[in-house]
């Protein structure tokens, strides 16, 4: 587990260097195939013309799977309103604490459900059902890279005895601090948490506009 006197504020970025030089120091690297995309259609070919496109691949999506990762919407149930799990982590590549959606990479031979529910206990404690179908693939930058996710929602049942005092089990290198907010305040919480000088994480932020879109248009 982490050290428990750490907290997201406490990380800060030192120093940064080109991917292509950590890349040989570091063969383990997470997005070690950068470069530059060539592309075009039967008409830019035949006219001679190129275009360019500077992207990253992630090397750690398990063999025979169609997703790097996934993303847990987790809600608790209370008798005051259902509530989101969420957590502030520090990002390196925007030097920033970010609001979150619990969420990982899938393991070899597992089901983004399985990751899940695996993912929230390891990065939360909370112990969750996974309680609709897997969605749809989604892309978290594809102008930039190929990652991709499934979202996955998840119930946790606030009588269990394993959820009234959830413990993560926080990798050495996580610095997580985890929150719930109740749902229906998440689009004016984001607002706020912008101007405390947190980044908001895109799902968590999409998510935050579909409820007010829902909202404003009675749907």
Same mark, same amino acid.
């Given at each position: 587990?982490?050290?428990?006197?750490?907290?997201?504020?406490?990380?800060?970025?030192?120093?940064?260097?080109?991917?292509?030089?950590?890349?040989?120091?570091?063969?383990?690297?997470?997005?070690?195939?950068?470069?530059? =995309?060539? *592309?075009?259609?039967?008409?830019? *070919?035949?006219?001679?013309?190129?275009?360019?496109?500077?992207?990253?691949?992630?090397?750690?999506?398990?063999?025979?799977?169609?997703?790097? #990762?996934? #993303?847990?919407?987790?809600?608790?149930?209370?008798?005051?309103?259902?509530?989101?799990? &969420?957590?502030? /982590?520090?990002?390196?590549?925007?030097?920033?604490?970010?609001?979150?959606?619990?969420?990982?990479?899938?393991?070899? #031979?597992?089901?983004?459900?399985?990751?899940?529910?695996?993912?929230?206990?390891?990065?939360?404690? *909370?112990?969750?059902?996974?309680?609709?179908?897997? #969605?749809?693939?989604?892309?978290?930058?594809?102008?930039?890279?190929?990652?991709?996710?499934?979202?996955?929602?998840?119930?946790?049942?606030?009588? &269990?005895?394993?959820? /009234?005092?959830?413990?993560?089990?926080?990798?050495?290198?996580?610095?997580?601090?985890?929150?719930?907010?109740?749902?229906?305040?998440? *689009?004016?919480?984001?607002?706020?948490?912008?101007?405390?000088?947190?980044?908001?994480?895109?799902?968590?932020?999409? =998510?935050?506009?579909?409820?007010?879109?829902?909202?404003?248009?009675?749907?």
């Amino acid at each position: 587990m982490s050290n428990p006197a750490l907290h997201p504020s406490d990380a800060v970025v030192t120093s940064t260097r080109p991917l292509a030089r950590a890349v040989r120091k570091n063969r383990t690297a997470t997005f070690p195939l950068c470069g530059l =995309l060539i *592309y075009g259609n039967s008409t830019t *070919y035949t006219l001679g013309k190129e275009r360019t496109w500077e992207s990253a691949e992630r090397s750690t999506r398990p063999a025979n799977s169609e997703i790097d #990762g996934v #993303g847990i919407i987790a809600i608790l149930s209370k008798s005051s309103g259902p509530e989101i799990v &969420l957590q502030k /982590q520090f990002r390196p590549p925007i030097n920033k604490v970010v609001i979150e959606i619990p969420a990982g990479l899938v393991d070899a #031979g597992e089901s983004a459900a399985e990751s899940a529910v695996r993912e929230l206990k390891e990065e939360t404690g *909370y112990v969750g059902t996974v309680t609709e179908d897997v #969605g749809v693939v989604m892309f978290n930058d594809p102008g930039f890279c190929n990652t991709n996710l499934n979202l996955v929602h998840v119930t946790v049942d606030m009588s &269990l005895p394993a959820n /009234q005092a959830p413990q993560p089990q926080l990798e050495e290198n996580e610095f997580i601090e985890v929150f719930t907010t109740p749902l229906r305040e998440l *689009y004016d919480e984001c607002k706020r948490w912008e101007r405390e000088g947190y980044a908001i994480d895109a799902r968590v932020g999409t =998510l935050a506009e579909g409820i007010e879109v829902a909202r404003r248009w009675k749907l």
